[in-house]
């Protein structure tokens, strides 16, 4: 039976957000806003464009799922034909040829042995299905003439003098303002007032001392964040700066996030070790200000509660046991 297991993928990103190969990685859709191209004078619709992770390789069963529906075939003849396709991919790709995924992209692998993928142009949104591309080139104005050029300057001299004006009005009356204050107020204070002496004890003392403040990690809902990378042994009392504090997702309609927190810290570098660990590992970071601490994690759409499950032991596998799930 010969089946087309590329081309199936791009009717599975339709409806779902993520689609995995099997050992391969996976292809992650994400919602794009409309923009404007002001080199081709081009309006693009928003859509979802597709984008590949070789760090997601585990097997999230769409895929087989599909083939059974679409062939009437058990199980394991479905997971058979996905490893056989896969094994050929592999193949292909230590070849040095690109592999096509029809309206999906192209995957191939650099001189540096990194797979690399190229994206198609195909929207995925079903919000914005058939919309196409516009041209948009900016509006021709015509020159001014003579007449309405000296009409114009005209017009910037007078708001000139206005400001001139205006600015000389508000100055005057700041001073007629603080003679009047001098004259009326200020020379009737007592003469014979004093100035009031600094104790003797307290001259050249330095501050007292406030004790830093516990950077442990803080406990919420009786579980303990822990740190994700164990070679810290503490942590320094310097505040985070407020790069850190990433806003939540932009979604599309309908769509929905998870939030699943690793670690708590107070020291700038630890937030952006933990946060590279995470781009290195796939996942798109979460970082949120709690206190003098900024909480760190990983952020993911989902379209279903299983989804959940499995990010959370990927991420407890990958980090550490005692992340959780923040929000969903």
């Given at each position: 039976?010969?089946?087309?297991?590329?081309?199936?993928i791009a009717?599975?990103l339709?409806?779902?957000?993520?689609v995995?190969i099997?050992?391969l990685g996976?292809?992650?859709?994400?919602?794009?806003s409309?923009?404007?191209?002001?080199?081709?004078?081009?309006?693009?619709?928003?859509?979802r464009t597709v984008?590949?992770?070789?760090?997601?390789?585990?097997?999230?069963g769409l895929l087989?799922r599909h083939l059974?529906?679409l062939?009437?075939?058990?199980?394991?003849?479905a997971?058979?034909?996905?490893?056989?396709?896969?094994?050929e991919?592999k193949?292909a790709?230590e070849?040095?040829?690109?592999?096509?995924?029809?309206?999906?992209?192209?995957?191939y692998?650099?001189y540096e042995?990194?797979l690399q993928?190229?994206p198609d142009?195909?929207n995925?949104s079903?919000d914005a299905?058939?919309?196409?591309?516009m041209?948009?080139?900016?509006v021709a104005r015509p020159?001014a003439?003579?007449?309405e050029?000296?009409?114009?300057?005209?017009?910037?001299?007078?708001?000139?003098?206005?400001?001139?004006?205006?600015a000389?009005?508000?100055?005057?009356s700041?001073?007629?303002?603080?003679?009047?204050?001098?004259?009326?107020f200020?020379s009737g204070?007592?003469?014979?007032?004093?100035?009031q002496?600094?104790p003797?004890?307290?001259?050249?003392?330095?501050?007292?001392?406030?004790p830093?403040?516990d950077?442990?990690?803080q406990?919420?809902?009786?579980?303990?964040?822990t740190?994700?990378?164990p070679?810290e042994?503490?942590?320094?009392?310097?505040?985070?700066?407020d790069?850190?504090?990433?806003e939540?997702?932009t979604t599309?309609?309908?769509q929905?996030?998870?939030v699943?927190?690793i670690?708590a810290?107070g020291n700038?570098e630890n937030?952006t070790r933990?946060?590279d660990?995470i781009?290195?590992?796939?996942?798109?970071?979460y970082?949120?200000?709690?206190?003098?601490?900024?909480k760190?994690?990983?952020q993911?759409?989902?379209?279903?509660?299983a989804?959940?499950?499995?990010t959370?032991?990927?991420?407890?596998n990958?980090?550490?046991s005692?992340?959780?799930?923040?929000?969903?």
């Amino acid at each position: 039976m010969e089946m087309d297991i590329g081309a199936y993928i791009a009717t599975i990103l339709y409806e779902h957000n993520t689609v995995a190969i099997p050992g391969l990685g996976s292809f992650v859709s994400q919602y794009k806003s409309a923009d404007i191209d002001q080199v081709q004078g081009k309006l693009h619709p928003p859509g979802r464009t597709v984008a590949f992770n070789p760090n997601l390789v585990g097997d999230d069963g769409l895929l087989t799922r599909h083939l059974q529906q679409l062939h009437g075939i058990g199980p394991a003849e479905a997971h058979h034909i996905v490893e056989r396709y896969v094994g050929e991919v592999k193949e292909a790709i230590e070849r040095r040829e690109i592999v096509v995924f029809p309206e999906v992209g192209r995957l191939y692998q650099d001189y540096e042995k990194n797979l690399q993928f190229l994206p198609d142009n195909t929207n995925f949104s079903l919000d914005a299905y058939g919309l196409p591309v516009m041209e948009a080139y900016p509006v021709a104005r015509p020159k001014a003439t003579k007449q309405e050029q000296k009409q114009q300057e005209m017009v910037k001299r007078d708001r000139a003098a206005n400001k001139g004006l205006l600015a000389a009005i508000l100055g005057g009356s700041l001073v007629i303002a603080a003679a009047v204050y001098f004259l009326f107020f200020y020379s009737g204070l007592p003469k014979d007032d004093t100035l009031q002496r600094v104790p003797t004890s307290r001259v050249n003392v330095s501050p007292s001392v406030r004790p830093a403040a516990d950077d442990s990690l803080q406990k919420e809902d009786g579980d303990s964040l822990t740190d994700a990378a164990p070679q810290e042994e503490a942590y320094d009392t310097e505040e985070p700066d407020d790069d850190f504090d990433t806003e939540s997702a932009t979604t599309a309609p309908g769509q929905r996030y998870m939030v699943i927190i690793i670690g708590a810290f107070g020291n700038k570098e630890n937030v952006t070790r933990l946060v590279d660990e995470i781009f290195e590992a796939g996942y798109e970071p979460y970082t949120e200000k709690s206190g003098p601490l900024t909480k760190v994690g990983i952020q993911k759409t989902y379209s279903n509660p299983a989804e959940i499950e499995n990010t959370l032991m990927e991420v407890r596998n990958r980090f550490t046991s005692d992340a959780k799930v923040y929000k969903r």
